[in-house]
């Protein structure tokens, strides 16, 4: 699955970095340490989240620079993905 990037209305982003089963694995970006959460499709549009066109590895490498900290399974996700060029276009597959 390619790694995508999605922000809500309250232009909070996240990152969708794996799918497992049929949730998706996200890490979204906040005041505390960053985590990956799963979380179903529907869950993550009901709380807003969209496509957005930012690139994922530029993502990858913002969030790793996060200042209260990063899990190490996020940071597994995020090195992989900044490591690489993916388009900004969603695949579920």
Excluded: C, W
Excluded at 10 to 23: D, E, P, Y
Excluded at 61 to 72: D, F, I, N
């Amino acid at each position: 699955m390619q790694p995508t990037v999605v922000m809500n209305h309250h232009r909070q982003t996240a990152i969708i970095v794996a799918k497992s089963g049929k949730k998706l694995q996200i890490i979204k970006l906040g005041k505390g340490r960053l985590t990956v959460a799963s979380l179903s499709a529907a869950e993550i549009e009901k709380q807003g989240y969209k496509v957005s066109h930012y690139s994922p590895d530029q993502a990858a490498r913002s969030y790793l620079e996060h200042g209260a900290g990063v899990s190490k399974r996020a940071r597994k996700h995020l090195e992989e993905i900044s490591r690489h060029k993916f388009s900004d276009t969603l695949t579920l597959t």
